[in-house]
């Protein structure tokens, strides 16, 4: 069966398929019971203004409730769609009755005389300082990034909104009214309980989908990221956007909690970008898992699931905190491709403790690292004729000329000191790792004959796809940057695998 799921809430849409008709109903809203008359006219404004507190917190949660009920609903309609033999019934929205309310300028008597408008005493002055009731139950949910915390903080505010309730009880208010907004408070709190349940049962079955997960990759994980920090995960071949799932997209906290995100995907860099819809944490930790249902546009499924720790910086900026191999100057985004080439003895970076991110590099220092990547035997390699060859680069460039992979720009000019281009790094790449993709079709308007066939090569095999959709940049500047992730791309194997080639 292929999937239709692309809401934001993951999860806890994920529970509504194991809610019933009954599993989340809301207390019915008939006209509310009067508020008690009493013959302090102070102390009676102050009640009034409590229930109406009550109210419409109870108000703020139930609508919440409602919707996540009706994106239950719509996933439930989208997976009968899907389904040739669905016969699960689509629980009927409910809308409730709002709770009658006083107006803002009504007041309670205890005779014929009106009741002055006056201040309330302090201990009934509930959200001068926090805001509205409202805002208050919205801050709640916006503090808590996973679902168990969102309705962790429901029920929170109803245990609060009870003991108010409580409260005015105590001072002798209307049984009637107090005794209505309790039942409600109950009807709510069984909802958010059924709810919790549900997203616990979806949890334990994900923490134990990954613990069982023989064959899953994981990567290295990455520090210092930033509180808002959308992931771009990348893939070597095109997906089935009706495969891709929220629950194939999973980022869960330390305590195996699932965070509330959303993703989009893009065909045409064939990446999806995963993002919180609320902050992470400061300085906690979380998995990123990207599971086996999501597929290639050509039926593949994914090779390798996947698994990155992260954690979230602590205050400092993320770029500041970020390092790789202990560069400074290494965000995330290069961090895989940099790392792997210290690890293949290719580079030590520009010194200072730094990469060289943002620096352009130069045709010498390229020959210098392919040869090195390529492995290639640079002792036995003629010389190749070039007077601009600094002594250091020589073998490196003499190997590379030998294997047919570089060329000079004259028969005694190399062109050392000179910025390598994208299309010369294009060619190079194809070269020197014998990639093809001849039924390509660019629509790069910036692309010579000369470097047409490199070009095709390095979109076919996802190691590119473009400064934008009609340029390539053939004769910009490569960056050192680029350079790591370009030529990381490129070393993955050549397959009609689908597997995540990079995250960041």
């Known amino acids: 069966m292929k999937k239709k799921w692309t809401p934001a809430v993951a999860a806890v849409l994920a529970a509504g398929v194991m809610f019933s008709g009954e599993g989340m109903t809301f207390a019915a809203q008939a006209e509310s019971t009067p508020y008690n008359v009493l013959a ?61 309310t006083p107006a803002s300028d009504e007041t309670v008597t205890t005779s014929a005389d009106p009741v002055e408008e006056t201040e309330t005493d302090s ?36 245990n609060a909104v009870s003991k108010q309730v409580a409260s005015l009880a105590s001072k002798g208010a209307d049984a009637a009214a107090v005794a209505e907004r309790q039942a409600r408070i109950d009807a709510l709190k069984k909802d958010v309980a059924a709810a919790l349940a549900s997203i616990g049962q979806i949890e334990k079955e994900v923490q134990a989908e990954i613990k069982a997960d023989k064959t899953v ?47 989009t995907y893009s065909d045409k860099t064939k990446s999806i970008t995963l993002t919180p819809l609320q902050p992470y944490q400061k300085g906690a930790a979380y998995t990123l898992y990207i599971g086996k249902g999501i597929e290639g546009a050509n039926g593949v499924p994914l090779k390798h699931t996947v698994k990155m720790d992260f954690t979230t910086t602590t ?41 060289g991110i943002d620096q352009q590099i130069k045709r010498v220092d390229a020959a210098v690292m392919l040869a090195k990547a390529l492995k290639l035997e640079t002792g036995s390699a003629p010389d190749a004729g070039f007077k601009d060859v600094p002594k250091r680069a020589q073998a490196a460039v003499n190997a590379l000329v030998k294997a047919g992979i570089l060329s000079g720009k004259t028969a005694t000019a190399f062109g050392a000191d000179q910025t390598l281009t994208r299309g010369e790094l294009a060619i190079i790449l194809t070269r020197a790792l014998k990639l093809s993709g001849d039924s390509t079709i660019l629509s790069f308007k910036d692309v010579p004959p000369r470097y047409e066939a490199a070009v095709k090569a390095m979109v076919a095999n996802g190691i590119t796809n473009g400064k934008t959709a009609t340029a390539f940049g053939t004769t910009d500047p490569v960056k050192r940057g680029d350079f790591a992730v370009f030529f990381h791309r490129a070393q993955q194997p050549a397959s009609q695998d689908v597997e995540v080639v990079d995250i960041y």
Request: charged letters at 35%; proline letters at 3%; glycine letters at 8%.
């Open 217 to 263: 990759k994981e990567k290295a994980p990455k520090k210092g990221v930033a509180l808002t920090k959308s992931w771009t995960i990348k893939f070597s071949k095109s997906l089935d956007a009706d495969t891709l799932s929220t629950l194939d997209l999973v980022v869960m906290d330390a305590a195996g909690s699932l965070v509330e995100t959303t993703f």
């Open 123 to 158: 201990d009934d002055d509930l959200t001068a300082e926090e805001g509205t009731e409202e805002e208050q139950v919205e801050k709640d949910l916006e503090d808590q990034p996973g679902y168990r915390g969102k309705f962790g903080a429901l029920e929170n505010r109803l």
């Open 315 to 355: 205050g400092v900026t993320a770029a500041a905190s970020i390092k790789a191999a202990g560069f400074s100057d290494v965000s995330d985004r290069y961090q895989e491709a940099v790392q792997a080439m210290v690890d293949q003895g290719i580079t030590s970076g520009v010194g200072g403790g730094k990469f």
């Open 40 to 100: 302090s006219k102070k102390e009676n404004q102050g009640q009034v203004q409590q229930f109406k507190s009550i109210d419409k917190q109870l108000d703020k949660i139930e609508e919440k409730l409602l919707e996540y009920k009706e994106k239950m609903n719509k996933i439930k309609e989208e997976e009968k769609q899907e389904e040739s033999d669905g016969t699960e019934e689509v629980v009927q929205p409910i809308t409730p009755t709002p709770t009658e």
